[in-house]
């Protein structure tokens, strides 16, 4: 809202929205007409407008040739970075890129939105606190980042910096925590990465690196 102060009440901040993300002290939103805007800490460029300069107020989120992110369709963040669904199956990232998060083959920040590597028919991105998971319009699942707990589900806890495929599993929906990621299909729901508090639903408290099925049981 322009403001550096706190506020206990709900304040105004932009109109026209029809998708809005929260990282950990920055914030995103994508308008009606499908442009990005993002406000907040800009330390790792996870604002996207090609600079580090923290704004109090929406900025619009450029792309590599500082041109404003169009056809945008959901926004979604991490910690320290963001990912925007473009309309056509595309994906692009920026900020914190230390854990490959970013998705493009490198492990550096970014400062405006960079396409991600050989991932042009996503349907859903989610983000964690330092990984990326991505639903293919074929129900394939690609993931990225961090992988320190197994949260990429690729049977090993290697750092991808491109998009990795679990392979032989599909989703048609995903939801990503800070160090695990779970997914539902027909045949019921999964997760995989960090369970040292049960989160990955499988009776265990410990840490997977490929997806296990939850110990769900529906009426």
């Known amino acids: ?83 925007a669904l473009i309309t056509s199956g595309a994906v692009r990232c920026w900020g914190h890129g230390d854990r490959g998060q970013v998705g493009n083959g490198a492990n550096n920040d970014s400062d405006v939105a960079l396409l991600v590597s050989n991932l042009l028919d996503a349907a859903q991105v989610e983000v964690g606190e330092s990984h990326v998971c991505a639903r293919r319009q074929t129900t394939g699942v690609v993931c990225w980042g961090n992988n320190g707990s197994g949260q990429l589900g690729d049977g090993t806890n290697t750092l991808r910096n491109t998009p990795t495929p679990i392979l032989g599993f599909g989703a048609v929906g995903l939801g ?3 160090h695990h990621s779970c997914s539902f299909s027909a045949g019921g729901s999964s997760c995989w990465g960090s369970g040292g508090s049960f989160q990955l639903g499988d009776g265990q408290q410990q840490d997977q690196n490929a997806p296990v099925s939850t110990n769900l049981t529906c009426p």
């Open 1 to 83: 809202n322009g403001s550096l102060q706190s506020s206990g009440n709900p304040v105004a901040v932009m109109g026209g929205v029809s998708d809005v993300g929260a990282g950990v002290n920055h914030s995103c939103a994508r308008t009606n007409a499908g442009d990005a805007f993002c406000w907040g800490n800009n330390d790792s460029g996870q604002l996207g407008t090609k600079d580090n300069v923290t704004s109090p107020s929406p900025r619009l989120v450029l792309n590599e040739m500082a041109r404003r992110l169009e056809n945008v369709a959901t926004v979604d963040l991490g910690a320290n970075s963001s990912c």
């Open 176 to 178: 990503l925590g800070s």
